[in-house]
DNA sequence: GCGTTTTTTGACGTAAACGTCAACTCTTTT
DNA sequence: AAAAGAGTTGACGTTTACGTCAAAAAACGC
């Protein structure tokens, strides 16, 4: 019995575009990139757990803001474990810079939000005082 | 007396430049683009208190991963007051949208921060593993 | 077996956000 | 007055991250 009795469930790329609202095109792109590498049949595309795991991922550092390159840095932090692991300790700070700019831009993110929160406060007064004057014609 | 007693400090296109470490092709551009609107003396550029306040936040946008264009939207969010005010209720509507679009933003890298710290915990494991083996052999 | 849909490989196009000269103007320093 | 520095306006170039055809092969539905 061996332990490579690995999960075999793959998507195609319609599959995958229509979950997470992207084109064809964004995935063979992300491939060339080396930011996925789906498997073939034939000449199929055929997208692993891991690569759907990796997409998310992707994704989620968009949003974020970062660029597809660092992205492709980080990819590597999530997804060791498979196969034979080299340089763990490398990972590790590489892990803790990118931690740390997460923290960072959670941080800053807080901020903006009580900054704006505070501008909503000062609107609402300047409306108000608007009414009060309709009220007072 | 008159109410316009407006802090007169200006800043030049190089000292903007130093301070958030950008080009002046950067200011420019974002002239070009109405998100900044420095007077002139002349022909020179003179970027006001504002014009710094709104490059604060332009950058800010940027690091979240705002477009330029979203950016611009934006950033009346946080400069009213100055002259009449015109449709206060629509631009409540506008930061009230803002405002979930950063708190999804900001719960999200959290979640990003827990998995990131579950990774590291994995990877630590397997490094003392590895310390043991070495150890025994 | 045949039409429809999906996918593939090129190859060129594009929008955003600047970079990078070049050629001038203006001010300041020596 | 001459050189140096800072700033200005074009104008074209570049990188990133895909979009958009076109033509062909494969797979799917009946």
Redesign the pocket.
């Known amino acids: 019995m061996t332990m490579t009795e690995s999960t075999e469930q793959t998507f ?4 995958l ?1 229509q979950e997470f609202d ?5 995935l ?2 992300y491939e060339y990139k080396e930011l996925l590498a789906p498997i073939r ?5 055929l997208f692993t757990v891991r690569d759907r795991a990796r997409l998310k991922l992707i994704l989620r550092g ?1 949003r974020f803001g970062f ?3 660092e992205i492709k840095d980080l990819l590597d932090l999530y997804h060791l474990g498979d196969g034979q692991v080299t340089q763990l300790s490398a990972t590790l700070e590489t892990a803790e810079r990118h931690r740390s700019e997460l923290v960072a831009k959670r941080d800053e993110l807080e901020a903006a939000i009580q900054d704006l929160d505070a501008q909503v406060k000062v609107t609402q007064r300047l409306l108000s005082e608007r009414a009060g004057l309709r009220a007072a014609e």
Chains 1, 2 share one sequence.
């Open positions: 195609t790329i319609g599959e575009c992207v084109t064809p095109r964004t063979r792109f049949d034939g000449q199929r595309r968009k660029s597809l390159a």
